[in-house]
């Protein structure tokens, strides 16, 4: 059984977690990472499995849009006086957007839209300010000390300081959230002043006052606010990544909160692994890390949603492109799990193909699947008509399903090549000759002289390349010494593809000019 599946099998066994409401969330200080995806698809995942198992869930993001500016990469230092301003109070560059935050969660939506997520989007900001976490304010104030002990218990911190409150308020001087102390509260209005050093990444301006804690005059903390959220919006299914589920973290902190402080079940728990880029964690703030995005630019939708389906939760997904087949062999996996799908052969694999789809699942018909690879080398071999050839190793003519496949892996292709892939597998013929041509030896050059004749003769790659070996052995060269020196000679490379495919991609003429010039 596919892992999702089995996921939401025990869930709806427990009988516990009625009505299924499944939540992420996001803050959008920063353009979402293909990190982050890994929790939106798990969180999506679980969302159509419990769906496909005949429930009715729902599936909710909440964007954390109230957060304030904790940090910012290099290009975008511009916004760096509006360090601890939340994101929503802080104007963006244009007035293509209502601000910062919202820029930021456009983009988050597009693309998860692109992915085939689409929840239904929460703004905090909006629901801190529409009076939704009034109550859960109100009964956090009042059990300050119990939230207190609660910290203290878990993670073996010190407890806060005499007249510390579990909320910040936004400073009514100089707009700032993240520099606020809180310090009383008398049941309707809390005092606090907006602490000059009270973080190391924006300044207060000392301003002490009192204000309402509620509408959006203040957000409780990080570690109250993920239960209080819960709470609010009825939350029964959210996971999050595995260090928030150490022993201590903040999980085991929000289960406390659940039963002591806000009365409620804590949600099922999915506590999965990260997704790294050459075993690397992604940060959004911080610019860290491929941005989702991008992702579109070097492989498709389906193929890029595949890429978090196939793995179970527990399971880190480490994905490297970078000079690396990851991206081929993530292609020739998909296919297993398409063909998978057509011929009912595995379950899992079909079920994985199956939840990777965006808009609509593809007939459960033959179809003839070129292998990216096979594509990658024959879109760099000019002579080549590509359909003509995937629909003679096919034996017939290529369907419309196939022709657009084909077409969908020829632009991804180009781009591998262009981008991501090992030198190994570019082999378009160098503009100038290569400086490796200078260590060919003697008996290298001769065997280049021999093979001019059988350039110049007509005949299919596969007899050239039969042809190429043999006056190899003739010669009494080792064929890797003999195919070495084609590949100097035209590539700059001492391995490559099959010379014989090689060497008839481009004009015989061209060919023979090029070894002339290496041997002379």
């Known amino acids: 059984m596919f892992w999702a599946d089995r996921i939401a099998k025990e869930i709806i066994n427990s009988k516990k977690y009625k009505p299924y409401s499944v939540d992420e969330m996001f803050t959008p200080s920063g ?24 429930e009715n869930p729902i599936f909710t993001y909440v964007l954390n849009d109230f957060d304030p500016i904790d940090g910012l990469p290099d290009d975008l230092q511009e916004f760096s006086k509006y360090l601890g301003v939340p994101l929503r109070n802080v104007p963006w560059k244009d007035k293509s957007y209502e601000s910062f935050g919202d820029y930021f969660a456009s983009d988050m939506k597009n693309t998860l839209k692109k992915f085939g997520v689409e929840p239904k989007f ?27 002990n609660i910290y203290h218990e878990v993670s073996g911190s010190q407890k806060k300081a005499q007249g510390w409150y579990p909320l910040q308020v936004i400073c009514p001087k100089c707009g700032k959230l993240g520099t606020t102390r809180v310090y009383d509260w008398d049941g309707e209005t ?43 919006i009825g939350v029964t299914v959210e996971g999050a990544g595995k260090d928030h589920s150490v022993a201590g973290s903040s999980r085991d902190i929000a289960r406390e909160l659940c039963k002591r402080v806000f009365k409620i079940e804590e949600p099922f728990n999915i506590p999965y ?30 193929v890029g949603r595949f890429l978090y389906c196939r793995t179970e939760y527990k399971q880190e997904v480490n994905f490297d492109p970078f000079e690396t087949m990851a991206i081929p062999d993530l292609f020739d996996e998909y296919d297993r799990c398409y063909v998978s799908y057509i011929e009912s052969t595995d379950e899992t694999f079909a079920r994985a193909f199956e939840l990777s789809q965006i808009n609509k699942l593809p007939p459960k018909e033959k179809t003839f699947l070129p292998r990216f690879i096979d594509v990658v080398n024959y879109i760099q071999q000019p002579t080549i008509d590509i359909k003509q050839r995937f629909a003679e190793i096919k034996g017939e003519t290529l369907n419309e399903i196939e022709i657009e496949i084909l077409e969908e892996r020829i632009k991804y292709a180009k781009v591998w090549l262009e981008l991501y892939a090992p030198d190994k597998y570019k082999f378009q013929m160098t503009t100038n000759i290569s400086q490796l041509a200078e260590t060919l030896l003697d008996d290298q050059k001769k065997y280049l002289k021999e093979i001019i004749p059988l350039i110049q003769q007509k005949m299919s790659a596969e007899d050239l390349q039969i042809k190429l070996y043999e006056l190899s052995k003739e010669k009494g060269l080792e064929p890797k010494k003999a195919f070495g020196a084609i590949y100097i000679a035209l590539i700059g490379k001492e391995s490559g593809p099959k010379a014989g495919w090689l060497l008839q991609q481009y004009p015989a003429d061209k060919i023979i000019g090029r070894i002339e010039e290496v041997i002379k």
């Open 190 to 232: 809390v005092a606090f002043k907006c602490e000059p050093s009270m973080v190391t990444w924006a300044q207060g301006c000392g301003y002490d006052g009192k204000i309402s804690p509620f509408d959006g005059n203040g957000k409780l903390p990080w570690k109250v606010d993920w239960p209080a959220h819960w709470k609010v």
């Open 273 to 302: 692994e990260f997704f790294t880029i050459g075993g690397k964690k992604m940060s959004s703030s911080k610019g860290v890390g491929l941005k989702a995005h991008d992702l579109f630019d070097l492989l498709p939708a389906e």
């Open 122 to 148: 929460l703004s905090s900001w909006d629901m801190y300010h529409e009076g939704k976490f009034n109550e859960v304010i109100k009964i956090a104030l009042d059990n300050t000390t119990e939230i207190q």
């Open 31 to 54: 353009f979402i990472h293909i990190g982050n995806l890994r929790g939106s698809l798990v969180h999506d995942l679980m969302y159509k499995a419990l769906r496909d198992a005949g």
